[in-house]
């Protein structure tokens, strides 16, 4: 540690040698960090086996930590779970602030950077839902399964020119695993290897070597979800009946020498925009079931400003300004995300001494129900963002701070 006379920021005792080992959250921890942030403040330090964690918890101090200081704040903390054993090293979310992750920006700012280029996929989008809205009416009680093929589709489309096929499909099949295994591989603290990298080493029988054995079949998952998809693009190439895509524009302007680094780029839009519309599709069922009321007062916006002949488009986005509400609603009462990354030097930060590599996480959820920026924040309500006291947009918190928006 630097020598400072400034104290780390406040957090939980821990014990000697393992810190705050024990009571670090494995699921829920939001909640958790919601609950220690009554107690000590905006900032709080834990200490996981001598690794620092820092969480901040109101909008304020995550826009002063990691925007005004995104030079040594833009990182992402190294998971040898994720990065070394399962697999997940060259994905996006868990790139260094490298070349190779200014790299991946550069293919998404290029094909995905404007709204005249995101217009060109509009018409995936609606298709796919139009499809979907027959799906569930044909076959009403398997709504979970239409919801993650529609997603799976439209972000296939995109990424990779693929259709996907009616009932399983093979690529939806493996994103679905895949995600799975990410969602509990990102989530710091659920393996001891994370702290204790050198248990990587272990024999895969050693007892509670568990975790090699299931890292050994992830990376395996993981590398076949990668792959496949682009083969499909390579493929379709070569027979001259390519469909436009994110990848295939790419490997036409032959941006790169490193076909490695654009596979892994469309895999991580791939992964991620599938995961998270599945999720914000899931918030809205659910919400339109326990609130009726607002199901009805969108509807008859609906009517009244498309009619009954026809459904919504983009092109009538600015026109609903209830339904828009309702779409900023489910990104604020349902965001849950973490998100993590490491500082790459010594700070001060509001009279607080910051180590350097430090991983800083920004507890979004706390952030969008937080009852002085949200009153009643459990409470499903579209109008907060109506009329004339409008309370903050949802977007500037739940798509990250920073330079890092993955």
């Known amino acids: 540690r630097k020598k400072t006379s400034r104290p780390l920021p406040p957090g939980p005792a821990g014990w000697p040698l393992i810190g705050n080992l024990l009571e670090f959250p494995t699921h829920g921890a939001w909640l958790t960090f919601t609950d220690l942030s009554k107690k000590y403040g905006d900032i709080i330090l834990?200490?996981?086996?001598?690794?620092?964690m820092i969480i901040l918890n109101s909008a304020k101090t995550v826009t002063d930590f990691l925007e005004k200081k995104s030079a040594i704040s833009s990182d992402r903390p190294h998971l040898t779970m994720a990065c070394d054993l399962a697999g997940w090293k060259k994905l996006l979310t868990f790139q260094q602030y490298s070349e190779r992750f200014r790299q991946y920006r550069k293919f998404f700012h290029r094909q995905l950077g404007s709204r005249n280029s995101l217009a060109t996929f509009y018409s995936v989008e609606e298709d796919e839902t139009r499809q979907f809205l027959c799906n569930v009416l044909q076959d009403p009680d398997d709504l979970a399964a239409h919801i993650?093929?529609?997603?799976g589709a439209?972000?296939?489309?995109i990424s990779h020119g693929y259709s996907v096929k009616d009932g399983d499909?093979?690529?939806?099949?493996?994103?679905?695993?895949?995600?799975?295994?990410?969602?509990?591989?990102?989530?710091?603290?659920?393996?001891?290897?994370d702290h204790v990298p050198v248990l990587r080493h272990l024999p895969e029988w050693f007892p509670g070597a568990g975790f090699l054995r299931d890292a050994k079949q992830w990376r395996k998952l993981v590398t076949e979800t990668a792959t496949k998809p682009h083969k499909f693009v390579l493929e379709q190439l070569a027979k001259g009946n390519m469909a436009p895509s994110f990848?295939?524009?790419?490997?036409?302007?032959?941006?790169?020498?490193?076909?490695?680094?654009?596979?892994?780029?469309?895999f991580s839009m791939y992964l991620g925009g599938s995961d998270t519309t599945v999720s914000a599709i899931y918030a809205f069922f659910l919400a339109m079931t326990i609130h009726p009321e607002v199901l009805t007062t969108a509807q008859a916006e609906v009517d009244t400003i498309i009619g009954t002949e026809r459904l919504p488009t983009f092109e009538d986005r600015d026109s609903l300004p209830y339904v828009?509400?309702?779409?900023?609603?489910?990104?604020?009462w349902n965001v849950v995300a973490l998100l993590s990354t490491a500082f790459t030097?010594?700070?001060?930060?509001?009279?607080y001494f910051i180590p350097k590599g430090s991983m800083v996480s920004a507890n979004i959820w706390y952030i969008l129900h937080n009852e002085d920026t949200y009153p009643e924040p459990e409470v499903f309500r579209p109008e907060r963002?109506?009329?004339?006291?409008?309370?903050?947009?949802?977007?500037?918190?739940?798509?990250?701070?920073?330079r890092r928006y993955e």
């Not at 993650?148 to 997603?151: D, F, L, P, W």
């Not at 439209?154 to 489309?157: E, F, S, T, V």
């Open 247 to 266: 990848t295939s524009r790419l490997l036409e302007e032959g941006v790169t020498p490193e076909e490695d680094i654009l596979m892994w780029a469309s």
């Open 385 to 402: 963002f109506l009329g004339d006291n409008v309370q903050p947009d949802p977007h500037d918190a739940c798509y990250g701070y920073g």
């Open 154 to 157: 439209i972000i296939l489309k």
């Open 46 to 52: 834990m200490n996981i086996l001598g690794s620092q």
């Open 148 to 151: 993650r093929r529609t997603a």
């Open 345 to 351: 030097d010594y700070e001060i930060f509001e009279g």
């Open 169 to 193: 499909d093979p690529f939806v099949e493996l994103a679905d695993k895949s995600m799975a295994n990410f969602s509990l591989v990102a989530t710091p603290g659920v393996f001891l290897v």
């Open 324 to 332: 828009n509400a309702i779409c900023k609603e489910i990104l604020r």
